[in-house]
């Protein structure tokens, strides 16, 4: 999930410089490849950048932004090839949270080394400099590539994974003043997404009232109004009104973000309306989605069509999703699952799945749902 206007652009050199630099060295990869399941991810210690230069009167000094990097030795499991996924995940610092800002602008560039007894090497050395608006302390909300290295740049030898070999990531953050946006706190910024009074829905993908278009790697197409997503979302808002490449350009292409998704999401920012009879997937997805851009009255309807799907199949994502996106109704409904059918579930894959993912918080849940029960 995962994102979002994240682009490739060219900037000007003039325009550009150098903020700071963080390199993590995954030490012993090869042992962490054959151990790990595949859901399982690494997270790197915390390192900083410095917040935007002050280049205004007005504006205060900032602290600066924490981040980690977040590393899936297995990739995305939809994918075919064997690969690593690699992100950039924010967190929160002080001023952002004692101001209510729920956005950060990052501009950097990654670059990957493999090291082993015989060399170090740059692998699939990237020139582009990504441009990317984070949603803060969300967990689906990542700039990054989920394909991020094919696994035979690591290991040559397909049907050898056992050479000693280090991973070595170092990221370089940027500051450009054509494509910095100001992120203010909260209460300079009027939230207008949750003006649901307002129904665009005879205009939805109309050529005619629209001034932007979405494109996605299928070679389907999304036309829009810039206006009326500003309206609906204070996320588009916020993209919008930023000195940045995709505020001003006609067309984004949305990566990693499937089309149908998309459409629902934007169609629902013009309508209010929401699809019937989607799968658990499709909901997730749209959960996920609606939790990045900050709609509201989307996630809570996602929500509730979610929790209909509380069964053998789908009861321990629903809970875990519950427990990680702080959403009660999630949460109530999968430990309710758990509580009534306990001896059909305590041996089960998903129940280990579950002990697995929980931390000692979410445990002293479960122990107080199987001996007490939860109620309506």
Same mark, same amino acid.
């Given at each position: 999930m995962n994102v979002k206007q994240e682009s490739n652009f060219e900037p000007n050199k003039d325009d550009i410089y150098h903020l700071t630099s963080y390199t993590w060295i995954v030490k012993d990869f090869q042992d962490i490849?054959?151990?790990m399941d595949k859901s399982q991810f690494i997270l790197s210690e915390r390192f900083y950048s410095p917040s935007t230069p002050i280049m205004k009167e007005h504006q205060e000094k900032r602290d600066d932004n924490i981040w980690r990097f977040l590393f899936v030795p297995h990739g995305k499991s939809e994918i075919s090839k064997e690969h690593i996924s690699l992100y950039l995940f924010p967190l929160k610092n002080e001023y952002e949270e004692q101001?209510?800002?729920?956005?950060?602008?990052a501009i950097y560039q990654i670059e990957m080394f493999v090291h082993n007894d015989k060399r170090t090497s740059l692998i699939d050395p990237k020139d582009k400099i990504y441009n990317h608006i984070a949603k803060l302390n969300n967990k689906y909300n990542r700039c990054g590539e989920y394909d991020y290295c094919e696994l035979k740049n690591i290991f040559p030898k397909d049907?050898?994974?056992?050479?000693?070999?280090?991973?070595?990531?170092k990221i370089q953050f940027y500051y450009d003043k054509n494509y910095t946006i100001d992120i203010f706190p909260s209460n300079d910024i009027k939230d207008n997404s949750k003006d649901s009074s307002l129904s665009f829905e005879n205009y939805f993908n109309d050529?005619?009232?629209?001034? !932007? $278009?979405? &494109?996605?790697?299928?070679?389907?197409?999304? %036309?829009?109004?810039?206006?009326?997503?500003a309206i609906k979302s204070s996320y588009f808002k916020a993209l919008f009104n930023g000195n940045w490449k995709e505020s001003k350009s006609?067309? !984004? $292409?949305? &990566?990693?973000?499937?089309?149908?998704?998309? %459409?629902?999401?934007i169609n629902f920012l013009y309508s209010g309306k929401l699809d019937s009879n989607l799968s658990f997937e499709e909901l997730k997805d749209l959960f996920i989605e609606s939790d990045i851009r900050d709609i509201m009255e989307l996630k809570k309807a996602v929500s509730t069509r979610i929790v209909k799907h509380v069964n053998e199949n789908y009861w321990d994502e629903i809970l875990l999703m519950g427990w990680q996106m702080k959403n009660m109704e999630m949460k109530q409904a999968g430990l309710k699952y758990f509580s009534e059918h306990w001896m059909e579930i305590k041996n089960s894959e998903k129940m280990n799945n579950i002990?697995?993912?929980?931390?000692?918080?979410?445990?002293?849940?479960?122990?107080?749902?199987?001996l007490f029960g939860v109620g309506k």
């Open positions: 490849y054959c151990h101001n209510g800002i729920c956005y950060r602008q049907n050898d994974k056992t050479e000693k070999t280090d991973l070595i990531f050529e005619n009232f629209s001034d !932007i $278009t979405f &494109k996605f790697s299928c070679g389907s197409e999304i %036309k829009a109004s810039r206006l009326v997503l006609p067309i !984004i $292409t949305i &990566k990693d973000v499937k089309y149908e998704c998309f %459409k629902r999401m002990i697995v993912n929980s931390n000692f918080d979410w445990l002293e849940e479960l122990y107080k749902a199987k």
